[in-house]
Nanobody, 125 residues
Framework: QMHLVESGGGLVQAGGSLRLSCAASRRTFSSYVMGWFRQAPGKEREFVAAIRWSDSSTSYADSVKGRFTISRDNAKNTVYLQMNSLKPEDTAVYYC??????????????????WGQGTQVTVSS
């Protein structure tokens, strides 16, 4: 069974930082990519960042490049999203997701197979 649990969300002022964590169980099912998505009220869920377990290759949405960093700790089966220079437009529920896609790094919601329940990130101005 694959279970994803996010943590680290909260309320910060613009310009501040947060680090999100996603702990994954990988005993029964194997994932190839771990990603972060976010969804703000009235908007579609959008891709934020992703990383491959095997080689740590990464992909970022243009809106977060240079500000967010995704990383992994294989020993802990945990993926992190370090968010710096946060902006009010970063406010959203952030979801951790796992993909079984073996080629490339997917950036669409339907390409991910398992999802966490989300953690709220609110950036005040």
């Amino acid at each position: 069974q694959m279970h994803l649990v996010e943590s680290g969300g909260g309320l910060v002022q613009a310009g501040g930082s947060l680090r999100l964590s996603c702990a994954a169980s990988r005993r029964t099912f194997s994932s190839y990519v771990m990603g972060w998505f976010r969804q703000a009220p009235g908007k579609e869920r959008e891709f934020v960042a992703a990383i491959r377990w095997s080689d740590s290759s990464t992909s970022y949405a243009d809106s977060v490049k240079g500000r967010f960093t995704i990383s992994r700790d294989n020993a802990k089966n945990t993926v992190y999203l370090q968010m710096n220079s946060l902006k009010p437009e970063d406010t959203a529920v952030y979801y951790c997701a796992a993909s079984l896609r073996q080629i490339g790094i997917p950036s669409l919601s339907y390409e991910y197979n398992y999802w966490g329940q989300g953690t709220q990130v609110t950036v005040s101005s």
